[in-house]
């Protein structure tokens, strides 16, 4: 049994940060990724950012230069800051945990920027 725990969400001006958190527990072995993919009304989930075990980061088009996500190995957390925030990036945001056997999401997150 794997449990995510999300937090961070809420409502923001345009311009203004918001950070999300993802704390895993549980049965989980060998995570090989963790981070956060989001999805608008309307639209397919899409990638924000991830990173590795090792450290490595992936982050969307649309997010590079504002976001920066960042990860505790010891304490299966996931952190993602969000500044520059636009309307655009208002979404539900999931996290993800990635290990060698399947992948495991959260419940989501509501992230609303007004304009």
């Known amino acids: 049994q794997v449990h995510l725990v999300e937090s961070g969400g809420g409502l923001v001006q345009a311009g203004g940060s918001l950070r999300l958190s993802c704390a895993a527990s549980?049965?989980?072995?060998?995570?090989?990724?963790m981070g956060w993919h989001r999805q608008a009304p309307g639209k397919q989930r899409e990638l924000v950012a991830t990173v590795t075990s090792g450290g490595s980061t992936n982050y969307g088009d649309s997010v590079k230069g504002r976001f920066t996500i960042s990860r505790d190995n010891a304490k299966n957390t996931v952190l993602l800051q969000m500044n520059d925030l636009k309307p655009e990036d208002t979404a539900v945001y999931y996290c993800?945990?990635?290990?060698?056997?399947?992948?495991?999401w959260g419940q989501g997150t509501q992230v609303t920027v007004s304009s």
């Open positions: 993800i945990v990635v290990n060698l056997l399947r992948d495991y």
């Open positions: 549980g049965s989980i072995l060998s995570i090989q990724r």
